[in-house]
């Protein structure tokens, strides 16, 4: 007998503002751009994309591209997004190496 299985989807898992900030520090920390970009679609997707796309001024097409496993958004697009979803951006010096 075969198992069915389905599509996980982390959007669904992003219910309140502590996950999402969890969800995105992680993101953060891998330091990896490409990820970034995709972690912030994933949140706007639970936020709801056309709500992020009203607050922003952008096309919910353009979020999607940007925010895609492919994308490459602007710094400005970033901010934008991050300020609709009620997430900062903060800096923090690294340890002497």
Do not use: C
């Not at 996950?19 to 992680?26: G, L, P, R």
């Amino acid at each position: 007998m075969a198992e069915k299985l389905t599509t996980y989807d982390p959007a669904a898992a992003l219910v309140d503002d502590e996950e999402i900030a969890a969800f995105m520090a992680d993101a953060f920390e891998s330091g990896d751009a490409s990820y970034i970009a995709h972690a912030l679609g994933i949140v706007a997707r639970a936020k709801g994309m056309t709500q992020i796309a009203s607050q922003t001024g952008l096309s919910r097409e353009q979020l999607y591209r940007s925010f895609s496993e492919a994308g490459n958004p602007t710094l400005k697009t970033t901010l934008s997004v991050m300020k609709a979803l009620g997430l900062d951006l903060t800096a923090k010096a690294h340890p002497a190496q």
